[in-house]
């Protein structure tokens, strides 16, 4: 109605129209459609064939399906290490749970090993939380080094860290990592050479306020994730965009982030989590839980850190569903997905009393119920 009345109201009434949100949003929602709708051929799962990654009408990705495409069959004779070595960078003297969270979640989520680079302090209680976990006490906080000490110290940290770096499939950096200044400066140090060794990165938390003051670290590296909450992601906008966050355009405001970041892309958490590498945005509003307890966001990156890595193996194997795909976006939608199907679960059994360690607990089941072992 509104379109056939512009166009019949001359030139005028047309160019308002066209600079009009309703036709802008338009325009944009065609661009949008198109992403994963050529995907007819999912061969990884019977059953599967002929199934489309979007409900087309819609920004929603088919998320089940995006997860059946990249988690690998258990396969005898695979050997430990080929399902994913993951490491989370964080943990220091205030947070031990967040790199715990997303380095157990990454465990349980089928990953082979997980690995925490974190402080001294933080080392004893995270490896008493779990003995499956790696822990590496390399990180050092302005408190315990002296001025002089700083360059030796950093040149120790990013030698025990480049060790091990080439043999980790994504790091995740940020879970807890605090903002001391010093830390932050070798960990701007390490995605450097992340970079360098083109390994992918889940930035998450306080990784979040390091790349926000210095875009450059990330600008332009596809293999990069930001997964901002609600704080991080306005001041993501305000810094790179210079202006506030517009819920009206939401989309086309990550999309513009994105972009003008050069290519990363942005998993943006909310009611409804939105994904965008720049080029489309994708939505995943599936399942969910109304509780809001702290280190859902963890459990988040961690996820996104398997699927990610898990896409990436997908395609070198030649899967002709997902051999087009941006494989950060896959590692997204399905990291989303799984943990909001995950925290709908846990809350269906502990209502108010539901907590982070709930929900990771019912990670390995909601794999199960999408994508069974056979
Ligand atoms: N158990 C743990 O060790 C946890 C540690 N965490 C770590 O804590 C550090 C800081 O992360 P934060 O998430 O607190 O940083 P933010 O900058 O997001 O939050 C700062 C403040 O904003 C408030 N806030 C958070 N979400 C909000 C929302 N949706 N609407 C309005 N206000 C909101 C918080 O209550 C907090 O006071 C990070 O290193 C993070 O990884 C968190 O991951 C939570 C769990
Ligand atoms: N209102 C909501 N309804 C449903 N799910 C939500 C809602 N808000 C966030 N989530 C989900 O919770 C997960 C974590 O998002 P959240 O915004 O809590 O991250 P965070 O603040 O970084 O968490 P953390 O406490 O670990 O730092 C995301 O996967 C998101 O989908
Ligand atoms: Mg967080």
């Given at each position: 109605m509104l379109i056939k009345h512009g166009i019949n109201s001359g030139f005028g009434a047309i160019y308002m129209l066209a600079s009009s949100p309703v036709l802008r949003r338009q325009q944009f929602l065609i661009r949008s459609l198109g992403d994963y709708s050529d995907?007819?051929?999912?061969?990884?799962?019977?059953?599967?064939?002929?199934?489309?990654?979007?409900?087309?009408?819609?920004?929603?990705?088919?998320a089940e399906n995006v997860l059946r495409a990249i988690t690998p069959t258990l396969d005898p004779n695979r050997h430990k290490g080929q399902a994913g070595k993951i490491a989370v960078i964080g943990g220091c003297r205030e947070y031990t749970g967040a790199p715990y969270f997303a380095a157990i979640s990454a465990l349980k989520i089928g990953a082979d090993l997980s690995h925490v680079f974190c402080t001294k302090d933080a080392a004893s209680v995270i490896k008493s939380y779990s003995p499956e976990l790696i822990v590496h006490p390399v990180l050092e906080e302005s408190y315990s080094v002296r001025d002089d000490e700083k360059g030796v110290i950093s040149g120790k940290v990013l030698a025990e860290v480049d060790k091990w770096?080439?043999?980790?499939?994504c790091l995740v950096i940020g879970?807890?990592?605090?903002?001391d200044p010093f830390l932050l400066d070798c960990v701007s140090k390490i995605i450097k050479l992340a970079r360098q060794s083109n390994v992918p990165i889940v930035i998450d938390g306080d990784g979040l306020f390091l790349v926000t003051n210095s875009l450059d670290l990330i600008s332009?590296?596809?293999l990069a994730v930001l997964t901002p909450n609600v704080n991080e992601y306005k001041r993501l906008v305000q810094k790179v965009l210079s202006c506030e966050v517009n819920d009206e355009e939401a989309h086309e405001q990550l999309l513009s982030l994105a972009k003008r970041i050069g290519g990363v892309t942005i998993l943006r958490k909310g009611k409804s989590d939105f994904i965008s590498d720049g080029e489309t945005v994708k939505s995943v509003s599936i399942y969910g839980s109304p509780r809001r307890c702290g280190g859902q966001g963890d459990i988040l990156s961690g996820s996104v850190a398997v699927f990610l890595s898990w896409a990436r193996h997908a395609m070198t194997d030649g899967d002709?569903?997902?051999?087009?795909?941006?494989p950060a976006t896959l590692g997204c939608i399905a990291g989303s997905a799984l943990m909001r199907k995950a925290a709908s679960l846990a809350f269906e059994n502990?209502?108010?009393?539901?907590?982070t360690t709930d929900i990771i607990e019912y990670l390995g089941r909601s794999l199960e119920d999408i994508c069974p072992v056979q």
């Open positions: 995907q007819n051929t999912n061969t990884h799962q019977k059953g599967m064939q002929g199934t489309k990654f979007t409900s087309g009408a819609s920004l929603e990705a088919d770096l080439e043999r980790f499939d879970p807890g990592l605090g903002r332009g590296y596809p002709p569903s997902i051999s087009s795909k941006n502990k209502k108010r009393a539901t907590l």
